[in-house]
């Protein structure tokens, strides 16, 4: 193996957040690879490099991401395709909102004491799930998170469909898993998701948020299965928010988790609780 972290972040927005996580994991055993969101026009990517002392860092071509939409996916699996060429120990998906609440000691010593382990959220599989690939989102890039005229359009259309009884995957729905799309998983599992995504790749055309399915779906059918440990790692609150975004007051909370990573913060809802998370990892 070459290096033991590989971090895989998605960013489009709140660039600060994204310099103190790469300031603090900067690491002799750590690589990131990042991804800036191609709408964004101002950003410095030098500027980003001057965060790490110790680590590389590698860009991976910016795509227009869209919420819902399957170029998600895609990205997910060109970051990990980029980054196995490298050999590493584990894989660490990230967006650019998320902190580190442990330090690059803590995490290969953790990773190190769970080795063959794979971190991957689980959620109950519900209808929900699997209509998201039962039926075509033909609009879903366009509609995103809007409640346009597309999303009124799409909507009519998935009640025809309904009528007429269309299934994508009839006979397969019990086969269908989902969770949080944030990950830490190993060099084996990571090349055998890379490998073998030619598998599936149709199944996610024109689907809504498949980011949330896809890798679960992939390792259930996988020789990996029984390496799976149902917490992805980090902390996220989904019952104040979609997610929570954290404040001052939730600092002992993050402070004392046993999870690695937490999600998510904004320096225009609270600067303080960024600003003291990371002073107290850079100590």
């Not at 590389?56 to 991401?65: G, K, L, Q």
Request: hydrophobic share 35%; with cysteine; proline share 1%.
């Amino acid at each position: 193996m070459c290096k033991r972290n590989a971090y895989l972040i998605m960013a489009h927005t709140d660039f600060e957040i994204l310099k103190k996580t790469i300031s603090v994991l900067d690491d002799k055993n750590a690589d990131f690879y990042i991804h800036i969101d191609y709408k964004v026009k101002d950003f410095d990517l030098n500027e980003l490099k001057t965060c790490i002392d110790k680590s590389n860092m590698y860009f991976i071509t910016s795509s227009d991401i869209r919420w819902g939409d399957r170029i998600q996916v895609d990205l997910e699996i060109n970051m990990l395709k980029e980054a196995v060429k490298r050999k590493y120990e584990y894989y660490h998906l990230l967006s650019g909102a998320d902190l580190p609440l442990k330090k690059p000691e803590y995490i290969n010593k953790f990773f190190e004491d769970n080795s063959g382990k794979n971190f991957i959220d689980f959620g109950e599989r519900d209808q929900n799930a699997i209509d998201r690939l039962k039926y075509y989102y033909f609009f879903q890039r366009n509609v995103g998170r809007n409640r346009s005229f597309m999303f009124y359009i799409q909507k009519t259309l998935l009640v025809l469909q309904k009528i007429i009884r269309v299934n994508r995957i009839r006979g397969k729905e019990d086969k269908i898993f989902k969770g949080a799309n944030w990950f830490s998983i190993n060099h084996d599992l990571a090349s055998y998701i890379v490998s073998n995504f030619y598998k599936y790749d149709k199944m996610f055309d024109h689907t809504v948020c498949a980011d949330e399915i896809f890798l679960q779906t992939m390792v259930m059918a996988s020789p990996y299965k029984d390496t799976i440990v149902n917490n992805c790692l980090r902390e996220i609150d989904w019952k104040r928010g979609n997610p929570y975004i954290y404040r001052n007051c939730d600092y002992e909370l993050l402070a004392n988790s046993d999870n690695i990573f937490a999600r998510k913060f904004s320096t225009k809802t609270d600067n303080e609780i960024i600003e003291r998370l990371y002073q107290r990892l850079s100590e």
